[in-house]
Each structure stands twice: as structure tokens, then as C-alpha cells.
């Protein structure tokens, strides 16, 4: 595979994603994944930064010029002072002697440009579920001329396979644009290609959904998943982690829906970029409520979409028609 397109990139970003899972286990092992509240009231941990400056350190290193667009903020880590002085201290077991300056300046190349080229990052997406214990997803994805090329979703807490129990713990998610998906094993000794459901499983399809409601409009999202003849019982899942699920046929529908009193609430790009091309690669399809594909060039806000439709691909039409026949409703 050296020949092919963004296998740098792809090894690098593994390599980044995987270390950064190492630190975030690493704080909850220890029982350090005490969450503060920023500003706009979301939680973020040691870990969540500790993740950020590690991969942007990666990321300068390797591609210099490349701008990262990540969630956290390092003007808002050195007002927390105890709080920077613990990610200082995690940081520096992975990389010696790393000072303070450093560890700032790592997380804040999170708070790069969008352009022709470049990375967006989410060092814990569903920081709840990571404080409670259960699922999170570190996220990275490389987006050219506003198409998302790479993809890489690490979910440490993700089993690789539920029928044996000999395997590390945790899940890999990986593509590149034209390549098709794998999964990998935390160690990378074992990888397996990612296919959704077809339609020999229809009668078990199955929708995914966010632990926290308050995410979307449940009722909603389940009325549109029986509209399509989803009967199963939901699963509930923390994390973009639900892309993998649905890419390796665990589930086959996720919905994230505003409800009417958050008209304007639009995503950010790093919750869906590295999701959306991992399930598309496995066969599977990513739009709006309207069907409209995802647009990551507005700026970290998908300004020119409206929810979040990821399905197999099979049931896409059906939910974006029913979706419209509620709204008109």
C-alpha cells in the first residue's frame, strides 16, 4: 500500500490518535478525569487537552504548513492554572521534559485556519461518556478543497470483536477517500475491512443514539427510524463512535436532529468529518436532514446544514422522505 495516496498521512495520524488514546486511558485509570465546565457549559478534562497537544505536536512535525482546526482552546487552559499545571504533568510522561510553553503552544495549533489543506481534530468527542466511564472517540480527519480525505476514529472502550476474549480492548477506525475502511486492533496486529448491513439484514436494522438526549430530538429520531420499518431496539452510544457502529453493521441509522427551540445550533465539523468518511468508505452514506452532503468549508460550524443523517445507505432515501414529511406535518 506505499504507493497509494495519504499513506504517510494515514500512518501518522494512526500514530498520533493511538498516543493520545494512551494518555486518555491513562487519566482514567488513575481517576483524574475530573471534568471542568468551560464557558459554554460542555466539560473538558486533563485529557482532552493532554489528547489536543500531543496530536498537534504530531501533526507540526510531520506537516508543518498544515493548519489543525480542534476543539479545545489554549487561551482557556492557561487561565485554568491547576488545571494546566495536571496536563503539563500527564504530557510530559509521553514526551520528556515538556515545558509548559510547549504544551500550550501544542494545544494551540488547535485554533488553526481553515483552508485548501488541513486537519480538524476532536481529542475526546463525548467527554460525558469518558468522565462516566463508558464510550469516547478521539477523532482526526485531513480535509482537501473541502472533501474529507483521511479519517481516523480511535475508541479505546469499542471491543474490535465481542465473540473473543483474547483481543485488546478498544477499536480503531481508519479510511482514506477511494481506499475503502478498516478496523484495526489498538496494537495494529490485526485488521479487518469495514462493510455496512445489507439488505439480507434488513429485518434487524437497527438505530443508534446518543446517550445524552438532550443531543437531538429522540422522539423524532425514533418516529423517523419506524417509518422505515426499524423495529430493534435502540442502541445508545457517547462519541462519533456510532459512525464505526454503523460501519461495521452493529447499526444501520443515526440521526442528530435540532429540535425546534435550537433552529440555528449547527455542528462542529470535528464531531462528523473522521465519522462520515470512515461510514462512507464502508459502503454507507452521510448527509443533512435534507440530504444535502456535509459541508466543512464554512468554518468550524456546518452553517449550511441542518442535523445529521448517517445510515447503510439502504434506508437513506426513505428517512431523508420521512424527515420531510414530518417537518411539513
Request: negative net charge; glycine residues 10%.
Amino acid at each position: 500500500m506505499s504507493d497509494l495516496a495519504y499513506q504517510n498521512e494515514r500512518e501518522i495520524a494512526i500514530a498520533a490518535t493511538l498516543a493520545a488514546a494512551q494518555l486518555c486511558e491513562t487519566v482514567r485509570a488513575e481517576q483524574l478525569a475530573n471534568a471542568v465546565d468551560k464557558p459554554d457549559a460542555s466539560p473538558v478534562t486533563i485529557a482532552d487537552y493532554g489528547s489536543q497537544a500531543l496530536i498537534c505536536r504530531a501533526l507540526a512535525e510531520a506537516f508543518p504548513q498544515d493548519p489543525v482546526v480542534g476543539e479545545e482552546d489554549a487561551m482557556l487552559l492557561q487561565s485554568q492554572g491547576d488545571l494546566l499545571g495536571n496536563v503539563v504533568q500527564m504530557v510530559e510522561r509521553f514526551i520528556a521534559d515538556a515545558t509548559e510553553a510547549e504544551v500550550l503552544d501544542w494545544v494551540g495549533r488547535g485554533k488553526g485556519e481553515i483552508s485548501n489543506r488541513f486537519w480538524t481534530l476532536d481529542p475526546i468527542d463525548g467527554t460525558k461518556g469518558y468522565v462516566r466511564g463508558d464510550q469516547y472517540a478521539i477523532a482526526l480527519a485531513l480535509i482537501e478543497n473541502g472533501q474529507v480525505q483521511l479519517g481516523v476514529v480511535v475508541c479505546p472502550a469499542f471491543p474490535l470483536d465481542d465473540a473473543t476474549t483474547d483481543m485488546l480492548p478498544g477499536t480503531v477506525f481508519v479510511a482514506v477517500r477511494g481506499q475503502g475502511a478498516q478496523m484495526l486492533s489498538l496494537d495494529l496486529q490485526q485488521s479487518r475491512p469495514l462493510q455496512v448491513n445489507g439488505e439480507a439484514q434488513r429485518e434487524s436494522f437497527r438505530l443508534i443514539q446518543s446517550v445524552v438526549a438532550a443531543h437531538g430530538t429522540p422522539e423524532e429520531q425514533l418516529a423517523a427510524a419506524q417509518a422505515v420499518g426499524i423495529t430493534t431496539e435502540p442502541l445508545s452510544m457517547d462519541s462519533l463512535g456510532k459512525y464505526g457502529a454503523i460501519a461495521r453493521g452493529d447499526a444501520d441509522l443515526y440521526l442528530r436532529l435540532p429540535s425546534a427551540s435550537s433552529t440555528h445550533r449547527c455542528e462542529n465539523i470535528w464531531d462528523h468529518a473522521a465519522g462520515a468518511i470512515v461510514l462512507e468508505e464502508a459502503g454507507g452514506r452521510v448527509s443533512d436532514r435534507h440530504g444535502k452532503p456535509l459541508d466543512f468549508t464554512n468554518g468550524i460550524k456546518m452553517t449550511g446544514n441542518v442535523g445529521i443523517v448517517a445510515s447503510n445507505g439502504l434506508l437513506h432515501d426513505a428517512v431523508i422522505e420521512a424527515l420531510g414529511t414530518s417537518a411539513a406535518g
